[in-house]
């Protein structure tokens, strides 16, 4: 790139993924620190350095952007490890959900998003698309190689060893209102698996 070209893009508009990247870590960190309702378009769009006509374009509302938010910041965390040994990783994960909710900061936030989800159609879409299903989906790729390999039997339903494990820390957050702790990942995979393995 010419000093020319470096300079005239300088001057102009940031790349769309760069603006939309910052406006999610901006929006995510809100969500963190100070809870959903504090995840407006004004306090995003401020803190993003970024115009709110973008951001009114790009999102249907700010628990949308919250939503989407979520996922993007979580997805390193919650990565799903593939040392071929599916229990360990199973546990791995799990763990790193749990730690996500409760040392991370989390679970608050998660358990808002969440209900704000029953009332608002656009968080709830938002939510189901880029953080629950895409979830869902890892969990289900992991465990289909697992079944592939020969550790899960051929007829092990895969959705519902899913649901068992991150749906009981769901009802545990949610319903219950009972601690999370690290024990409980391995307590969790342990009695699932019992009825899978090969």
């Given amino acids: 790139m010419t000093e020319n070209a470096a300079a005239r893009r300088g001057r102009g508009r940031r790349p769309a993924a760069e603006v939309r990247a910052g406006v999610l870590a901006a929006a995510a960190r809100i969500l963190l620190a100070d809870g959903l309702r504090a995840v407006t378009f004004d306090r995003v769009a401020t803190e993003a350095g970024s115009s709110k006509m973008t951001l009114y374009k790009w999102w249907p509302s700010p628990g949308a952007l919250a939503a989407e938010s979520y996922f993007a910041h979580s997805s390193r965390t919650l990565q799903f490890p593939d040392t ?7 546990i791995a994960q799990l763990g790193s959900f749990i730690r996500w909710l409760t040392d991370e900061g989390a679970a608050k936030p998660m358990s808002e998003l969440i209900g704000a989800a029953q009332m608002d159609p656009d968080l ?37 060893i899913t649901d068992q494990l991150w749906g009981a820390c769901y009802h545990r957050l949610l319903v219950l209102k009972v601690p999370l702790d690290d024990a409980l990942a391995e307590r969790l995979v342990d009695h699932a698996l019992r009825g899978a393995m090969a």
């Fill in 84 to 90: 071929g040994d599916i229990r360990a990783d199973l």
């Fill in 124 to 160: 709830a879409q938002a939510w189901s698309q880029s953080y629950a299903l895409p979830r869902r989906e890892l969990a289900r790729v992991r465990l289909r190689t697992a079944q592939q390999h020969g550790q899960l039997r051929d007829d092990a339903d895969l959705d519902i």
